[in-house]
């Protein structure tokens, strides 16, 4: 993968080597995190429920 | 989730169980309308004319149960459901629905679309960091990678449990459609058959012993009088 044309996904360290960094949305990121799931999410829906 | 929660593929089977109610009841009103007794009649016919008009009766009783069968049926197959058939206009209803609740349709994310480039990332992330991982020899930059890891697979768990979803929800929507269509069939079907029936039987009691005796004899009775 060409440190040029990055897929999303891509990771490297920052040049301090401090953060890792992830390719997201065009461009390198520090904040990937972990998506707090939600009670709402799985919420369930049957034939003849209004959402 | 627990085990006595309804889920979206449950309706499936409540969809396909009513529709072989819809069937049943259609086939018992066939021979309940035109049963053993009447069929037996048609035998005794002896008007060309009644006998003309109970076979249409019959046949578009017949006509009737088999529409209604074979509609039915073609909702019972089994369907083969992608998460493609979301953009289905038969399914406009369904994406309606999920306009005015998205995160009960697709978690955090806003739309089908997202939910899906997000699953390719997250995946993404965690095949990345799995390699960077297995290369990576500073153990402080190791944890750095491990807890993204970590992460990236528990998004991708929860994106792809989400699409699982989805495409029941999916596959349930397909399903009420086609039952629904099967009813409205079903109904105009029934229309059919109660006209057939009505059609045939009026046929048959025709000529049952007795009434073209009494015919005749009101016909006699009216003529008589009139005559010098």
Not at chain 1, 26 to 31: E, I, P
Not at chain 2, 36 to 54: C, F, H, Q, T
Request: charged share 25%; glycine share 8%; with cysteine.
């Amino acid at each position: 993968m060409s440190e040029e044309n990055p897929k999303p996904g891509a990771m490297k360290f920052s040049d301090d080597g401090e953060t890792l960094l992830i390719y997201e949305d065009g461009v390198w990121k520090a904040d990937y995190i972990q998506i707090q799931q939600s009670t709402e999410d799985g919420t369930e829906l049957r034939d003849g429920e209004k959402g | 989730m627990t085990a006595t929660e309804p889920t979206p593929g449950d309706a499936v089977g409540d969809l396909r169980a009513t529709l072989k109610w819809i069937i049943a009841a259609a086939a018992g009103t066939g021979t309940l309308l035109v049963g053993a007794g009447p069929l037996a009649a048609m035998g005794k016919l002896d008007d060309r004319g009644d006998v003309a008009a109970a076979f249409c009766g019959l046949a578009l009783t017949v006509t009737g149960i088999g529409w209604i069968v074979w509609q039915a049926s073609d909702a019972l197959m089994p369907q083969v459901s992608t998460l493609a058939r979301f953009d289905d206009p038969e399914l406009a209803d369904l994406r309606a629905l999920a306009a005015t609740d998205p995160r009960a349709f697709f978690g955090p994310y806003a739309s089908l679309d997202e939910l899906r480039a997000k699953l390719q990332f997250h995946d993404a992330v965690a095949g990345n960091a799995a390699v960077m991982l297995a290369r990576q020899s500073d153990e402080r930059r190791a944890k750095m990678v491990q807890q993204v890891l970590d992460s990236a697979r528990t998004n991708a768990d929860h994106a792809r449990h989400l699409e699982r979803r989805l495409l029941t929800i999916v596959h349930a929507w397909t399903v009420r459609h086609h039952v629904r269509r099967a009813r409205r069939h079903a109904f105009i079907a029934m229309i059919v058959v109660v006209a057939g029936a009505v059609l045939f039987l009026t046929s048959v009691n025709d000529n049952r012993p007795g009434t073209t005796e009494k015919k005749r004899a009101s016909t006699h009775t009216i003529v008589v009088p009139g005559s010098p």
